[in-house]
């Protein structure tokens, strides 16, 4: 893996469940890691080798998801000898504002989870095409 997380970096991220609470569209994603057209979206930790967030593979919308992701499967990654990234610029914001979930939430008919629910999946927030 390229740039993993330090030990520090991992502190920051609330524990796993503790975030159960939050609408998913209101959950802040942590980290961000990639590779190619793939993307994990990190909300929670264990502590340990498990992470929970939203998962985009092989830029498959449709079936993007929420769920369980190994970390010691990220890092161990590696195909032709290209790694998973972390994404040093990323500043941590809710779900709802993180344009490839909004198109996850768009292509499997999530639109009732968008952050603003008279949000057509072509409209804009802020700045940012939806």
Known sequence: MWNTP?????AKIPRLYKTEHIPLR??????????????WYIVEYDGGDIFWGFAILGGDLMNAEWG????SE???LNIGGF???????WEVQPAGQV??????WCHSHWEDSLPNSALA???E????KA
């Open 6 to 10: 330090t030990e520090e970096d991992l």
């Open 26 to 39: 209101e959950k802040l994603i942590q980290l961000h890691f990639f590779f190619g057209d793939s993307d």
């Open 68 to 71: 369980y992701i190994p970390f």
């Open 74 to 76: 990220l890092k161990s």
């Open 83 to 89: 790694l998973v990234d972390r994404d040093l610029y």
């Open 99 to 104: 344009y490839k979930i909004r198109q996850a």
């Open 121 to 123: 999946c072509g409209g």
């Open 125 to 128: 927030i802020g700045s940012e």
